[in-house]
């Protein structure tokens, strides 16, 4: 007898359309409370066919506080997305963690690569550290051309993004445009709102870093 069928993302095709229309910004911030299909809906997009580019995937653990453990994540999602391993050089905590430097160092992973590279944070609303969310803003304003940060978050964080909002650098997602039209209504009941699967592989190296919790079951992830 065959096995339960796998949950299935919802797909909507036009909230793929707009998110592919919002990554030509350099930053994607898709806010929304939990359980409004953040986490399905960039897990659509980056499977998605014809998506030719590197995906570096952080998923940030609960109540994240410790800004070494968070800036390290990141940089071994880069180096996974790109290929490199920092020549051979081993990811650890140390005494002397400096966040200006290493948030040069994912600059400079990021510089030594043309491909298109998206840096896909999610749940980011759970990183507490001040210096980190500090040290991230100065990241986003020095990406690269070809490279593009989209952050999920479930409230408002306090990431100073005027800069790169007055350029019309910054392109928002919020709960307004998440929630589902009549056409959907039926799939999502079909669904049972089970829970979707995590990242997967293409986080893993974040997760287990960053000590992830499985969502709670029955609730799509946000």
Known sequence: MPGPAAPRLIQRGELLASLDRATESKVTLVSAPAGSGKTSLLQAWANGPGQPHRLAVVQVG???????????????????????????????????FNEAVIGERVLSEFAEHCDRTFLIIDDLHELTSPDAIMQLTRLLEKLPPHVHAILATRRDLPLRLHKLRLAGQLAEIGAADLRFTEQYQPASRSLGHRAVGSWGRQAAPARRRLGRRPAAGGDLPG
């Open 62 to 96: 609960r109540d994240q506080q410790d800004s070494q453990q968070f800036w390290l994540a990141v940089l071994s999602a880069v180096r996974q997305a790109c290929g490199t391993h920092g020549e051979g050089e081993q990811l650890a905590a140390t005494p002397d």
